[in-house]
T-cell receptor, first 112, second 116 residues
Framework: DAKTTQPTSMDCAEGRAANLPCNHS???????VYWYRQIHSQGPQYIIH???NNETNEMASLIITEDRKSSTLILPHATLRDTAVYYC?????????????FGKGTRLSVIA | EAQVTQNPRYLITVTGKKLTVTCSQN?????MSWYRQDPGLGLRQIYY???????DKGDVPEGYKVSRKEKRNFPLILESPSPNQTSLYFC???????????????FGPGTRLTVL
C-alpha cells in the first residue's frame, strides 16, 4: 500500500472550514483514499473514501487531485467536537483481509 | 442503535491471570478484527475473522487467542497476560470483505488494559 504524508498538527477556528491535506505520491491506479478520525482514545471513526472523483457525504468532502498524488479532506464548518486525529489511508480495496494501517495522522484542534 | 461493544472498558490485572475481552456487534457483520494501539506504534492488527469459525492471525498475534463461534461475538483471550500487553484494544467489524468491495469498519469504544 502507498505511503501517506500528513502534517503533524493543524488548528482551525470554530465555524470555519478545516482543510486537511494528504500526500500520497506513490499511489497506484487501484488504490483508494480513505479517511478516518479518532477522537481522544475513542475508536476510530470512518469519514469518507474515494478513488478519483471528489466525494461528499454528511460529514465531509474529499477532494482528490487529477494526478491522484494528493487529496484534501474538508470539514465545511468545524466544531469543537471535530477536534481529533485524522488519518489518511491509501489502500487497495481488492484484498481478502483489510487491516487498516494507521499512520501518525494529523491532530486537528478546533479553537473557539 | 448499530454499534460495536466491548467489555470491560478498563481492566487492571496481574501477570499470568487469564482474561477475556468481549466484543459484540449488532449489525450482522461478517468481518471482525482486533487491534491494539500503543504510543508511537499506531494501531496494529492482532487477529481477524472473515466469518463464523474462520479466524486468522494479524500482524501481532503472539500471546493472544480468539474465537468466532457466533457471528456477533469475537472475544479476545489472553491466556497468560504479560506487562508488554498493556495497551488500548479496539474491536472492529465490517459488513464483509469481498474482492473489489470496501465496507467501512466500525470500531468499538476501546478497552484499556494494564498488566502489572
Amino acid at each position: 500500500d502507498a505511503k501517506t504524508t500528513q502534517p503533524t498538527s493543524m488548528d482551525c477556528a470554530e465555524g470555519r472550514a478545516a482543510n486537511l491535506p494528504c500526500n500520497h505520491s506513490t499511489i497506484s491506479g487501484n488504490e483508494y483514499v480513505y479517511w478516518y478520525r479518532q477522537i481522544h482514545s475513542q475508536g476510530p471513526q470512518y469519514i469518507i473514501h474515494g478513488l478519483k472523483n471528489n466525494e461528499t457525504n454528511e460529514m465531509a468532502s474529499l477532494i482528490i487531485t487529477e494526478d491522484r498524488k494528493s487529496s484534501t479532506l474538508i470539514l465545511p464548518h468545524a466544531t469543537l467536537r471535530d477536534t481529533a486525529v485524522y488519518y489518511c489511508i491509501v489502500r487497495v480495496a481488492v484484498k481478502r483481509n483489510t487491516p487498516l494501517v494507521f499512520g501518525k495522522g494529523t491532530r486537528l484542534s478546533v479553537i473557539a | 442503535e448499530a454499534q460495536v461493544t466491548q467489555n470491560p472498558r478498563y481492566l487492571i490485572t496481574v501477570t499470568g491471570k487469564k482474561l477475556t475481552v468481549t466484543c459484540s456487534q449488532n449489525m450482522n457483520h461478517e468481518y471482525m478484527s482486533w487491534y491494539r494501539q500503543d504510543p508511537g506504534l499506531g494501531l496494529r492488527q492482532i487477529y481477524y475473522s472473515m466469518n463464523v469459525e474462520v479466524t486468522d492471525k494479524g500482524d501481532v498475534p503472539e500471546g493472544y487467542k480468539v474465537s468466532r463461534k457466533e457471528k456477533r461475538n469475537f472475544p479476545l483471550i489472553l491466556e497468560s497476560p504479560s506487562p508488554n500487553q498493556t495497551s488500548l484494544y479496539f474491536c472492529a467489524s465490517s459488513l464483509s470483505i469481498r474482492v473489489g468491495a470496501y465496507n467501512e469498519q466500525f470500531f468499538g469504544p476501546g478497552t484499556r488494559l494494564t498488566v502489572l
